[in-house]
């Protein structure tokens, strides 16, 4: 393992899950680290979207640094409007589980290598 994965990884154990702002300036959940055959990635989802930003390009981490009750806002739209917590509390209807889901999304992006797992919450 390289020393450069190492701090990536380090980075992912101290924030798996929290909301972070993109190199866009968009509002995201880092769930995860990857790599494809040119870079190593930090792995982002919307709600409803996986999305791979290079590690050459600063997360901004949220928690910690804006006012708390407005943190938990935003954990609270993402619990009522992000796909994985909808799968979850419907998946007798949708028949479908967390793991399911979680497998279907990581298998549309089959260049990708995990080195984590995705952590949503």
Avoid: C
């Avoid at 790599?35 to 930003?53: A, H, P, Q």
């Amino acid at each position: 393992m390289t020393n450069v994965l190492k701090e990536i990884l380090k980075e992912y154990n101290d924030h798996k899950g929290e909301f972070v702002i993109n190199g866009l300036g968009k509002v995201m959940r880092f769930v995860g680290i990857s790599e494809d055959e040119y870079d190593y990635s930090y792995v982002l989802y919307t709600g409803s979207k996986l999305y791979f930003e290079t590690v050459l390009v600063k997360l901004i981490f949220l928690k910690g640094k804006i006012d708390d009750s407005d943190y938990k806002m935003i954990e609270k739209s993402a619990r009522l409007n992000h796909d994985i917590h909808l799968v979850q509390d419907n998946s007798t209807v949708l028949g479908e589980t967390v793991g399911e889901y979680i497998t279907e999304i990581m298998g549309k992006h089959p260049f990708e290598k995990f080195h984590t797992p995705l952590i949503f919450k």
